[in-house]
């Protein structure tokens, strides 16, 4: 597994660029005393370790004493951000409109009125242009403050505008925060359980949605009311495995960025998040021509100053960008040219160890596996999984349950029949625990138990029944998710052919291509 310090301070330290490097000791010089000369000699040790090791730099630093090294440290990680905070100003509208609240605050309070309510008018402006309205709600709580405090000759139906301001700002940061709660709900629930397993899942999602939904699309008319409502819609979508209606509110995600393009800057991460989700979409439903569309324009993106210049953005571009190339080649059923792939992902996934979840690693994982598997390579396959299997998160319990099953099949491929039996008793009570039991694995299972003792020549006519007892389940919605994590139909119907599984999906996406496409 990566090395995810939990040191936040040596985490900040290694997230750190040379430019902010130098431009922090230059800061910390300029008024230097003999407390900012022990925090620089804390930096330049905690900079050249690759593990955070207390004891070590204690030794390196003789002159800090250990009950002094708490507050040492408290201290660097102020002027760390004191410094990015002077640094990265100009890159971000957020902080510089913060930094306009801050001199309103402290002009207000050196008694200059007039001053205060000038940058202020210039705040509301700048933040209406960029919809962003909390900065809008501070600045005018700020300016009733002073107007309802001071006698400023200001217009006389003042009090009626602020107010009306007020009352506007507020009605729309309340649907802003009902609808980006709703869309953070939903995500947390598929991070935790992955699509609906069953009608159960099915009916408590939908009564959540309708009963959160506070408003339906009309009346979103805001950038916000609309990001979040349609990412609502894209997670609703997802769940449910309605991939038409998720490729449909994913492309309006990404739509709104497009006809307000100066949002991009602004909420770069949600324009990630949303061209990623479009990419999906795409894929999900096998539209090929779009997928390459913008899997290029993403790519492209991920080459401007925006992402290269911007730790978050350059990782996250990294991470769905990947996992877009991965699934091209399981759509295209090129399995062994994708595996070029895995050693740079591998590269990247350590580089990047201080900022990745383990969500995003597991999938990784999980897709690497995928790739081997389909490339015929069984026992590399076995090792990625164990990666997932060995891993004690509670994220994702679908792909947890799915890395088992793949595992077990796998251990089937290579014929060790003398672990298969436990293995299938174990992964069976681990799905069953998890309340993962679909008819499709049913019947995966109840083949694998009774085809240890059939020999080969009798076991094609096994194959054939289940693929059969499957294919009629393709169109069951509660059933598709068990084919979107593993095309157990193409597998099935290698079997019964006798050609690699990545022959079998390339001659289906051959069929797409050359059929409605």
Request: net charge positive; hydrophobic share 40%; glycine share 2%.
């Amino acid at each position: 597994m990566p090395n995810r310090s939990t040191d936040a301070l040596f985490q900040l330290i290694h997230s750190l660029e040379k430019s902010e490097k130098r431009n922090f000791k230059l800061y910390v010089t300029r008024n230097s005393s003999a407390e900012d000369l022990k925090i620089i000699q804390v930096f330049d040790a905690l900079d050249k370790m690759t593990e955070y090791d207390e004891e070590y730099l204690l030794k390196k630093n003789p002159s800090v004493k250990k009950q002094q090294l708490s507050n040492i440290k408290a201290h660097l990680y102020k002027q760390l951000l004191a410094s990015l905070r002077l640094l990265k100003t100009n890159e971000n509208m957020q902080v510089q409109l913060h930094e306009q609240l801050d001199y309103a605050n402290l002009l207000y309070n050196k008694g200059l009125y007039l001053q205060s309510l000038k940058i202020i008018e210039k705040l509301k402006e700048t933040a209406r242009e960029n919809n962003q309205v909390t900065l809008l709600m501070q600045a005018l709580f700020l300016e009733k403050n002073i107007e309802g405090l001071h006698i400023t000759r200001s217009m006389e139906d003042k009090a009626d505008v602020l107010a009306n301001e007020a009352e506007q700002s507020s009605r729309r940061l309340l649907r802003i925060t009902l609808l980006s709660n709703l869309a953070l709900k939903l995500y947390s629930w598929y991070i935790k359980h992955g699509h609906a397993r069953n009608e159960h899942d099915a009916t408590a999602i939908k009564q959540y949605f309708e009963e959160s939904l506070p408003f339906e699309g009309d009346q979103a008319t805001g950038f916000y009311e609309k990001l979040y409502y349609y990412q609502s819609y894209s997670w609703f979508a997802f769940i449910l495995q309605d991939f038409l209606m998720y490729y449909r509110y994913t492309q309006k995600w990404v739509d709104l960025f497009e006809r307000e393009p100066h949002m991009i800057e602004i909420e770069t991460a949600h324009y990630i998040k949303g061209m990623h989700n479009l990419i999906s979409a795409n894929f999900d439903i096998r539209n090929r021509k779009k997928f390459t569309e913008y899997l290029t324009k993403f790519e492209q993106f991920a080459e401007t100053p925006l992402v290269t210049g911007n730790d978050n953005n350059k990782v996250q571009c990294f991470v769905y960008i990947y996992i877009a190339k991965l699934n091209k080649h399981f759509m295209e059923g090129t399995f062994s040219e994708g595996l070029y792939l895995v050693p740079y992902i591998e590269e990247k996934i350590k580089e990047y160890s201080l900022y990745l979840d383990r969500h995003r690693i597991l999938v990784f994982y999980y897709k690497i596996s995928s790739l081997y598997f389909g490339s015929g390579n069984y026992d590399s396959t076995i090792s990625y999984l164990n990666k997932i299997i060995n891993w004690k998160v509670d994220l994702r319990t679908d792909l947890q349950c799915y890395a088992r099953l793949l595992h077990l099949i796998a251990h089937y491929e290579i014929g060790n029949f003398d672990i298969l039996e436990y293995l299938i008793k174990s992964v069976y009570r681990f799905m069953a625990k998890m309340k993962n039991l679909s008819i499709v694995e049913e019947e995966i299972f109840k083949f694998l138990r009774n085809s240890f003792h059939v020999s080969y020549r009798k076991l094609r006519p096994e194959f054939e029944k289940l693929l059969i007892k499957l294919k009629s389940l393709e169109n069951n919605r509660f059933e598709t998710r068990a084919f979107s994590y593993l095309d157990i139909i193409s597998w099935l119907e290698s079997k019964v052919y006798g050609k690699p599984v990545q022959e079998i999906i390339k001659e289906k996406n051959n069929k797409i291509l050359n059929g409605s496409h």
